[in-house]
């Protein structure tokens, strides 16, 4: 049985692409409302995490749950069901090129069949939560790599899923654009409470994820806080993968005084 | 990898995807919207060039023909020549190269950067089963429009055959028409239509697999355009050898 607390879970999960092992005996678990950040440098199976939570890939052993259940051996039309729950976000936004922002966010009620005046308010609220309503019609090669990717985060966002992936969604972004994709994190952490994993190498992620939250005060505006001395944020945990293996797992302030080569390296190199 | 292992896995992932196709082509959802828009890139935008191409052939074919025809004294069946050939061999196949060269890249091109860009992975992670969604309805389009334009194609080809033989041969127009009549039975264009169907699917089939398999980036996309024109080209002509000997077989023998 899986554990009825976890959103999400690997247990012992391995993978290989012929001799290239991708993960080996992988077990994690990200619990209702917390955010799980991933990192890594390219290539150590950060990306295949969340395809092989998505159902995208099989694993080749091991068991993975998707709020609490099995979905190891589910079949194509069985994930569909599964995938209700989740929005992913991919690198790039991964929009989808012929479409236009509005057909795009509205891509997955469109599927559904739902009526096209029950589309029209979602998509609206879910590009003003990314605070792009000006580009609604714009096409997607209009857009700058930022837009993109709040357009891709609309996307996902759309009926509401509980679980988010994000696939480095500030890779390549310059700072004020990555934060504001990091806010949006936040927003859906904190007021939403969706359970996350969230893929990246970029330290400046790591801080604000780590420190940062979003209250909403008595006349719904959006402030965001830095934990200080007096509190710990306890909603965002951390991992460290390397060689398909999870070197370190814990809170902000245990990886910033872990001894491991390989995490000291990574975070003097980031800084 | 070696080249036979590498051929028979081939095979072997083609195999599935027709087998996926044909599961899910008679089951909801379906995608009427997308598959009217593949038939109009597919066979209302390959119209051009299969004008051009059924046009000049039948003339050509005229051209070539005529004085061998003049030196036995049967000129009077340039006609039958000319139609004959287009409908059972020509029309089909030029018309099926033709499109292997002009859909059959661009399927294999735009999903090959559809897949490279995670397109198709946002697509199945938003609940969609890109087979429906981008292989059937380019099956569809593929296998219905080929013949219809394989059909256009050897209408005009016989009529750039008869324009031929008016103007460089001195035919009469009454002489050429009634003598490409008399070829056209309802077997051989039966025949003629059942190649074009077959080989529609080819292309189709060889564009999405070429694409759907694409692996190495934006290189990789300009490696499985090449490779579709190329397969589904070389299929076309080998399945043509082996419908022709079925068809003479089946219709054209007594």
């Known amino acids: 049985m899986a554990n009825s607390t976890s959103a999400i879970e690997f247990r012992e999960v391995s993978l290989a692409f012929g001799d290239n092992v991708i993960l080996d005996r992988v077990s994690f678990s990200v619990r209702y409302g917390e955010s799980k950040v991933v990192m890594g440098g390219s290539g150590t199976g950060k990306s295949t995490l969340l395809r092989l939570a998505l159902g995208l890939i099989k694993p080749d052993a091991g068991q993975i749950f998707v709020d609490g259940e099995e979905i190891t051996a589910y079949t194509e039309e069985q994930m569909m069901n599964v995938r209700r729950k989740i929005g992913m976000v991919f690198q790039e936004g991964a929009l989808f090129d012929s479409l236009s922002v509005y057909d795009n966010v509205a891509y997955r009620l469109r599927e559904q069949k739902a009526p096209e005046k029950e589309i029209e308010p979602v998509v609206t609220r879910m590009l003003r939560f990314v605070d792009l309503e000006d580009a609604i019609d714009k096409m997607p090669n209009e857009l700058s790599g930022g837009m993109r990717r709040r357009v891709g985060i609309a996307r996902a966002l759309v009926g509401s899923p509980k679980i988010v992936l994000y696939d480095e969604p500030t890779a390549g972004l310059d700072p004020i654009t990555a934060r504001t994709i990091c806010e949006l994190a936040l927003k859906l952490r904190d007021l939403e409470d969706v359970s996350s994993i969230f893929v990246t190498h970029r330290l400046q992620d790591i801080e604000v994820l780590a420190s940062e939250y979003v209250v909403r005060d008595d006349f719904g505006n959006l402030l965001f806080e830095h934990e200080g001395d007096t509190m710990c944020l306890i909603n965002t945990k951390f991992i460290m993968l390397k060689d398909g293996n999870i070197i370190f797992s814990g809170s902000d302030e245990e990886m910033r005084q872990a001894n491991h080569p390989y995490i000291r390296k990574f975070l003097d190199k980031e800084r | ?254």
């Open chain 2, 1 to 254: 990898m070696n080249l036979i292992i590498r051929g028979i896995v081939q095979t072997q992932e083609i195999t599935l995807l027709i087998w996926r196709v044909l599961r899910g082509i008679f089951r909801p959802p379906f995608y009427l919207r997308e598959i009217i828009r593949q038939m109009d890139i597919s066979g209302f935008g390959s119209l051009t060039i299969i004008l051009l191409t059924g046009f000049f052939t039948g003339a050509v074919l005229a051209l070539n023909t005529g004085s061998t025809l003049q030196k036995f004294g049967v000129q009077s069946v340039a006609g039958q020549l000319v139609a004959l050939s287009l409908i059972r061999e020509l029309g089909p196949v030029l018309t099926c190269l033709m499109l292997a060269g002009r859909v059959g890249s661009g399927i294999a091109a735009e999903l090959g950067s559809m897949l490279v860009s995670e397109q198709i992975d946002a697509m199945r992670a938003l609940g969609t089963d890109p087979i429906k969604k981008l292989v059937n309805p380019r099956i569809i389009a593929l296998v219905t429009m080929a013949p219809a334009l394989t059909i256009i194609c050897d209408m005009v080809g016989t009529l750039g055959g008869l324009l031929t033989a008016i103007t460089f041969q001195g035919q009469a127009a009454s002489v050429y028409l009634s003598s490409a009549k008399e070829a056209v039975s309802f077997d051989e264009a039966l025949g003629g239509l059942i190649k074009p169907t077959v080989f529609g699917f080819i292309i189709a089939i060889i564009g999405c697999y070429k694409g759907l398999s694409t692996t190495g980036g934006t290189v990789g996309v300009g490696r499985s355009t090449t490779q579709a024109v190329v397969v589904s080209s070389i299929l076309i002509i080998a399945v043509d050898f082996l419908l022709q000997k079925l068809i003479m077989t089946l219709l054209l023998e007594p």
